[in-house]
């Protein structure tokens, strides 16, 4: 089992360019979610998904889009990134409400 | 809105005990701790629930106040190992899954 994976480890755009981060998992989870981590400020919910062709917005979700065509795949799209979403991006999954499995996170730099 | 974590850092040296606690100004269902080595991703450690009992994992236990929306992470015989960045996490509903709000974190160094 690979638990949850993200794709890529790494990446810099410039301002106004657009990307697509894909997490993956291989546990069957029903619940998938994204997070952004900035020094300092902890974990932030960006968006969820409670299922297969579902997604909800969370605490900090303008400038971000989602989708989950695929169980066991979660997009995160940013179509004109700004230098405000400079961070660390973690997905996660889980099976209920208690353990969030986390992927090792996409480290995002935006010039 | 965002829990509060105290304190923001703790320095041990390994065998000494510490507390974090976390606090919300919400009504809560469950409090979730979660602990992050630098560069890597967050683990989780527990989950308390309202009307729940306290927690323990090993050495790591955790308690919640509902009266007080509070939560306290017990750490004894600090081990090296134990070093990371903690969170807390809290939800407010009982919805089947958790859309979490997490604190800023409590950074724990133990040192030899």
């Known amino acids: 089992n690979a638990g949850v994976t993200q794709t890529p480890k790494f990446r810099v755009l410039k301002t106004g360019q657009s990307m697509t981060l894909l997490c993956a998992q291989d546990m069957n989870h029903e619940y998938m979610y994204w997070y952004r981590q900035d020094p300092g400020m902890g974990l932030r919910l960006i968006h969820y998904s409670v299922g297969e062709g579902t997604t909800a917005k969370g605490e900090v979700p303008d400038g971000y889009n989602v989708s989950r065509l695929k169980k066991q795949n979660f997009l995160l799209g940013l179509e004109s990134a700004a230098p405000s979403q400079t961070s660390v991006y973690f997905c996660a999954s889980s099976y209920s409400l208690f353990t969030q499995y986390f992927g090792p996170g996409t480290r995002l730099t935006v010039l | 809105q965002q829990p509060v974590q105290s304190p923001q850092a703790v320095i041990l040296r390994e065998g000494e005990d510490a507390v974090i606690n976390c606090s919300s100004s919400k009504a809560l269902y469950s409090v979730h701790w979660y602990r992050q080595k630098h560069g890597e991703a967050p683990v989780f450690l527990m989950i308390?629930?309202?009307?729940?009992e306290q927690k323990g994992h090993d050495k790591i236990s955790a308690s919640f106040n509902e009266k007080k929306q509070q939560s306290s992470l017990y750490l004894t015989a600090s081990q090296l190992s134990y070093s990371g960045t903690y969170f807390c996490g809290t939800d407010p509903s009982n919805s089947g899954y958790s859309t979490l709000t997490f604190g800023k974190g409590t950074m724990l160094l133990v040192s030899p």
């Open positions: 308390l629930l309202k009307g729940g």
